[in-house]
Structures are given as C-alpha cells and as structure tokens.
C-alpha cells in the first residue's frame, strides 16, 4: 500500500487548508485512516481518525478540523480551518488495513503545514 499527501502549505492565522491522503497498491480492507502530525521537538500525535463512519478528534483541533472518507476512492481529507500559529507541523497520513487477520500499518511522507501569525 502506498500513501501518499497533497494540500500542505503556508497560510496566516485565521485561514484555511485542506489536505488530502490517497491510499494505492493494494488498498483494499482499509478500516482506518487517520491524520497525525508533529511539530519540531514534538513527538507525533493524532489529529483525527475516521473508522466505520465514526470520527475521532484531538481536543486542540475539535470544531475547527473536519476529516472526511471517499471510501470508493480510498481517499481522505482533512478541512482545516480558523488555523493557529500552533497548528505548525508535519501532517502525516496513515492507514490501517486488514489482510489475513492481521491489521497493518502504512503511513505517507508527510506534508508540510505552516501557520504565520
């Protein structure tokens, strides 16, 4: 499975980015898709994971990001909105996928986000 990014960027306080994930290969039986990021000298944490329909968000990030699925397309976003400066980071896009019994992990490179105040 291959993971790939798009949507990074720079933007000031107060706007918007939208990120996009798509999952190929052999991206079938996908049953999560989640977002993370990590800021310089942060360890990773989780933003938000989208899983059977159901959502998950990080406390710092709820109302203001929206993740979303195209289960067809084995795609996922992420809308990002009234950003702050402590938004800054790396994005990074993982899957989880079921194969033979065992959940398998994949995450993308990474796409770069910056918020300027």
């Known amino acids: 499975v291959q993971v790939a990014e798009s949507g990074g960027g720079s933007v000031q306080a107060g706007g918007s980015l939208r990120l996009s994930c798509a999952a190929s290969g052999s991206a079938f039986d996908i049953r999560t898709m989640a977002w993370y990021r990590q800021a310089p000298g942060n360890q990773r944490e989780l933003v938000a994971t989208i899983s059977g329909g159901s959502t998950n968000y990080a406390d710092s990030v709820k109302g203001r990001f929206i993740i979303s699925r195209e289960n067809a397309k084995n795609t996922v976003s992420l809308q990002m909105n009234s950003l702050k400066p402590e938004d800054t980071a790396v994005y990074y896009c993982?899957?989880?996928?079921?194969?033979?019994?065992?959940?398998?992990?994949?995450w993308g490179q990474g796409t770069q986000v910056t918020v300027s105040s």
């Open positions: 993982k899957v989880v996928r079921l194969r033979y019994g065992t959940l398998n992990t994949y």
